[in-house]
């Protein structure tokens, strides 16, 4: 049967969506050239999402999040008029530079990092998150079985890495260097976003040694948006207010 034969050769030819774009196309074209860029714009079209799907499956971002649904509350200081913009479009990630979210627990950090990483892979751009207790362990654990450096080139084409809780578990002297130099390879090369509950002064209590908290420090706030959130806890204020509901 053709149909089986064009399956076939579809499938050789990597242009699996093909068979179905021929079903879907019901409009008159005036050409069979007009009819042929049709289908293979919409061929370009299915895999455009199905890299999107892979990329943000790829991503690891944990929860759907997305700025639709985000409050920009006005317990968040931004540091210029611009920074809204500048985030939003991902002209940061453009440009290589970082964003430090810092504040109190529960007041949309995560929500809006994830939001941006989920845009991010919309872009196709190439994203990881990882919350940094666990990134400090496998980075440990790479270490001990001499396969540090493979994991540090499954990075090479990530272009936005997201690190989340910074500060709520301190680090092994160990942990903290072996992050040091995983940012640093980072600096310049990548754009980084990074949340925690901590102001900087307070990361010695997280990496120990002071001058390796300074130089971590340096290097990421040396072009970064650092957005401080402040206020009470969002999930906090939520819980109380259907508890009372509730009763």
Same mark, same amino acid.
């Given at each position: 049967? +053709?149909? &089986?034969?064009? /399956?076939?050769?579809?499938?050789? $030819? %990597? ?17 069979? !050239?007009?009819? $042929? ?19 943000? +499956? ?5 929860? @759907?999040? =997305? $700025? !639709? ?10 540091? *210029? ?9 991902? #002209? ?45 362990? /496998? $980075?440990?654990?790479?270490?001990? *079985? ?6 540090? +080139? ?18 092994? @002297? ?10 640093? &390879?980072?600096?310049?090369? +990548? =754009? ?6 901590? !102001?900087? #002064?307070?990361? *010695?209590?997280?990496?120990? &040694? ?11 706030? %040396? %072009?970064? %948006?650092?957005? =401080?959130?402040?206020?009470? #806890?969002?999930?906090? @204020? /939520? =819980? ?8």
């Amino acid at each position: 049967m +053709k149909s &089986d034969q064009l /399956n076939e050769l579809c499938k050789k $030819l %990597h242009l699996s969506h093909l068979p179905e774009s021929i079903n879907s196309i019901t409009d008159d074209f005036d050409s069979k !050239e007009e009819w $042929l860029i049709s289908l293979l714009e919409n061929e370009i079209n299915c895999r455009r999402e199905l890299k999107k799907a892979r990329l943000y +499956k790829q991503s690891k971002i944990p929860t @759907k999040k =997305s $700025l !639709e649904d985000y409050e920009w509350h006005s317990q968040i200081l931004l540091p *210029n008029p611009n920074t809204k913009e500048e985030l939003t479009s991902l #002209s940061f990630i453009r440009q290589k530079e970082n964003a430090v979210f810092v504040g109190t627990p529960g007041t949309g950090k995560t929500h809006l990092a994830c939001a941006l990483g989920r845009m991010a892979t919309q872009a196709e751009i190439e994203t990881r998150f990882w919350r940094v207790p666990e990134l400090v362990t /496998n $980075l440990e654990y790479q270490w001990r *079985n001499n396969t540090l450096e493979a994991f540090k +080139k499954s990075f090479t084409r990530v272009k936005l890495i997201i690190l989340d809780e910074m500060g709520y578990v301190p680090f092994t @002297k160990e942990g903290a260097e072996l992050l040091f130099q995983l940012i640093s &390879d980072w600096y310049e090369n +990548k =754009s980084i976003i990074i949340t925690s509950n901590l !102001e900087f #002064s307070q990361w *010695n209590k997280i990496f120990i &040694d002071p001058r390796l908290t300074a130089a971590l420090v340096d290097r990421l706030i %040396h %072009h970064a %948006h650092i957005l =401080s959130f402040t206020g009470e #806890s969002f999930r906090l @204020k /939520n =819980s109380l207010s259907k508890t009372k509901y509730q009763k």
